[in-house]
């Protein structure tokens, strides 16, 4: 139990462009979604946390206007890179927890590059 | 906000060695403290974690302490094997209670484990 998928894993978009990520809890609730994002050989950087039907709060530094995170349902939330430039490529993983659950549950990432 | 501070950056260990990475937090409510594993294009795995009511936690060959009064815990390997050479990352989070801070997590910045056969 407790899976979590990403979609798509890989995409390429020309600069200019939006991109939007998709993160499925395929079995379970998840009153909480994050969205991580991971540059080449650097750790996981939070960039946002969202709960199901409010919006997200978004960490320091981190536009929201760019980083457009939707929470519909407590098995869907998306992350819609706007306007994608090179320096958006990333590695971007989401993970999800539920209720008071001490454990979050990522997916499989989505690589991100920007042409 | 919470900084989790891991070191060694790199750890370059013998087949049967141990392997022991430290982390350090600030933020002294994070009551929660998983490590991942994760090999190169993948999701982070957890491989233990331990809660803040709990001072070690031990599964097979891997094993975390936790110093809450100095706000640094641990993580042991023993009897390493080649297929334990991945990036491990410690984190911390705070649990419970709701607010703002609620269950992110705050990563330290990862130790590159290589195993020699």
């Known amino acids: 139990g407790a899976v979590v998928s990403q979609h798509p894993s890989r995409v390429i978009c020309k600069s200019g462009t939006s991109v939007k990520i998709e993160c499925r809890s395929l079995d379970f609730q998840a009153t909480t979604m994050f969205w991580y994002r991971q540059f080449p050989k650097q750790s996981l950087m939070l960039m946002a946390t969202?709960?199901?039907?409010?919006?997200?709060?978004?960490e320091q530094g981190v536009e929201k206007d760019k980083f457009l995170i939707n929470h519909a349902s407590l098995t869907l939330s998306t992350l819609t890179v706007t306007s994608a430039h090179p320096e958006d490529s990333s590695f971007y993983i989401c993970?999800?927890?539920?209720?008071?659950?001490?454990?979050?549950?990522f997916g499989p990432g989505t690589r991100l590059t920007v042409t | 906000g919470e900084n989790v501070e891991q070191h060694p950056s790199t750890l370059s260990v013998q087949e049967g060695d141990s392997a022991v990475i430290k982390c350090t937090y600030s933020d002294s409510a994070s009551n929660y403290f998983p490590w991942y594993k994760q090999e190169l294009g993948k999701r982070p795995q957890l491989i233990i974690d331990?809660?803040?009511?709990?001072g070690e936690k031990k599964d097979q060959r891997i094993a975390v302490t936790l110093n809450k009064t100095a706000k640094h815990f641990s993580l042991h390997i023993t009897e390493t094997q080649p297929e334990d050479s991945a990036v491990y990352f410690c984190?911390?989070?705070?649990?419970?209670?709701?607010?703002?801070?609620?269950?992110?997590?705050?990563f330290g910045q990862g130790t590159i484990l290589t195993v020699h056969p």
């Open positions: 993970s999800a927890a539920r209720g008071e659950a001490y454990e979050q549950y």
């Open positions: 984190a911390a989070s705070i649990r419970g209670g709701g607010g703002t801070s609620y269950g992110k997590l705050t």
């Open positions: 331990i809660r803040s009511n709990v």
């Open positions: 969202s709960n199901e039907g409010s919006k997200a709060t978004y």
